[in-house]
């Protein structure tokens, strides 16, 4: 039988290719990788891997001109301080390894109405573990991402996808709430560093 006949008869697969054919036609799919205040978290045996969009107001000393936006120029200029200071304000630990950030890239899918300036950064990284991780692990996450310099950062939400191996779990952090604990003995109770 041929592939395409398989593929014909899998209904899953068509409603997968549907889902992308629709994802991908649509305005939206094409304006951004992942809004400001949404991201995710994977953990994996060895490794842990987070998307997440900040908006501007939440990085020290990029914005140059004070303009909210972030030109390729300040980008540039600035990037390896911007890395520093999301690995430096992003914590995680599982089963109390404390992860540490072996790559990262900053992305800029969302432009202002100039179509070059950015009002947010997505910001990929790969966390390493020392040793392996289980699912069953307590996990912390904490964002330090509320200097308090802006309104807008103040009140801005985070609202992060946690997932290992089959838990998925979704947690939303603030200026009130910095960190969230996954599958730890009191799963709800929020834990301080």
């Known amino acids: 039988m041929s592939a395409f006949a398989n593929l014909w008869r899998c209904k899953p697969c068509w409603a997968w290719l549907l889902w992308a054919a629709g994802v991908m036609m649509s305005s939206s799919a094409w304006a951004h990788l992942m809004s400001a205040g949404v991201g995710s978290l994977h953990v994996r045996e060895h490794d842990a891997v987070v998307l997440i969009g900040v908006p501007v107001a939440a990085f020290t000393g990029a914005d140059d001109d004070g303009d909210g936006l972030l030109q390729p120029s300040e980008i540039k200029a600035h990037r390896t301080e911007i890395l520093a200071q999301l690995a430096r304000t992003f914590h995680l630990s599982v089963g109390g390894q404390e992860a540490v950030v072996r ?32 699912a069953t692990n307590c996990t912390r996450v904490g964002l330090k991402w509320f200097p308090g310099t802006h309104q807008a950062v103040d009140d801005m939400v985070y609202t992060l996808q946690f997932r290992h191996k089959d838990h998925v779990q979704t947690a939303a952090f603030s200026k009130a709430q910095t960190h969230h604990a996954f599958q730890c003995a009191v799963d709800a109770a929020v834990v301080q560093h």
Do not use: I, R
């Open 103 to 134: 790559e990262a890239l900053l992305m800029t899918s969302v432009h202002a109405h100039d179509g070059v300036s950015a009002p947010q950064l997505e910001w990929w990284a790969l966390l390493d573990f020392a040793l392996p991780v289980q």
